[in-house]
T-cell receptor
Framework: EAQVTQNPRYLITVTGKKLTVTCSQNMNHEYMSWYRQDPGLGLRQIYYSMNVEVTDKGDVPEGYKVSRKEKRNFPLILESPSPNQTSLYFC????????????FGPGTRLTVL | GEDVEQSLFLSVREGDSSVINCTYTDSSSTYLYWYKQEPGAGLQLLTYIFSNMDMKQDQRLTVLLNKKDKHLSLRIADTQTGDSAIYFCAERGANQGGKLIFGQGTELSVKP
């Protein structure tokens, strides 16, 4: 089954404790992206990747890092989480960066105390 | 930057039609999308329309695009309680590196 998976689905952590949210897709998609969803703001793009070893900042990259060492995986790294990063995070992928449909993962709800 | 706006709430009775509206600012928009998010779930693509189209119909869903006014709408015919969810409008412009710009989401509540 074609899908985008994220882990963990729920995470509660404390300020400053490094964490990684994994994202994996099995559709051989080149384009992958991370969004955060906050009430009243919709989804905002954090980082995106157009292919292996090619990443770029989205609209709200501060406090986040990503890597794309393999085509299928695109982890989101919070080196020193802060409470304002409490949010719902979605990973998405599409065949290319053009006009292909983006498929979304189920989301990761992160709470930073 | 580019912006997409939606009203936050819509309440309808079961069996009625729902119309969710969206406005956007990017004149280079190529594709416009409607996503549905059910409670606790990710985003599910409902339908999309290419910018050179005025209308697209898919079963109970009708998308209307007024490119001159940069206005997009989603009509759901015979709305059911299972349609209760948050609906996001999103646009993808020619110059945005593949990024989707989302509206705030419209929470649709369907009352029996």
């Amino acid at each position: 089954e074609a899908q985008v998976t994220q882990n963990p689905r729920y995470l509660i952590t404390v300020t400053g404790k490094k964490l990684t949210v994994t994202c994996s897709q099995n559709m051989n998609h080149e384009y992958m992206s991370w969004y955060r969803q906050d009430p009243g703001l919709g989804l905002r793009q954090i980082y995106y990747s157009m292919n292996v070893e090619v990443t770029d900042k989205g609209d709200v990259p501060e406090g986040y890092k990503v890597s794309r060492k393999e085509k299928r995986n695109f982890p989101l790294i919070l080196e020193s989480p802060s409470p304002n990063q409490t949010s719902l995070y979605f990973c998405a992928s599409s065949l290319g960066r053009g006009f292909d449909t983006q498929y979304f993962g189920p989301g990761t709800r992160l709470t930073v105390l | 930057g580019e912006d997409v706006e939606q009203s936050l709430f819509l309440s309808v009775r079961e069996g009625d039609s729902s119309v969710i509206n969206c406005t956007y600012t990017d004149s280079s928009s190529t594709y416009l999308y409607w996503y549905k998010q059910e409670p606790g779930a990710g985003l599910q693509l409902l339908t999309y329309i290419f910018s050179n189209m005025d209308m697209k119909q898919d079963q109970r869903l009708t998308v209307l695009l007024n490119k001159k006014d940069k206005h997009l709408s989603l009509r759901i015919a015979d709305t059911q309680t299972g349609d209760s969810a948050i609906y996001f409008c999103a646009e993808r412009g020619a110059n945005q590196g593949g990024k989707l710009i989302f509206g705030q989401g419209t929470e649709l509540s369907v009352k029996p």
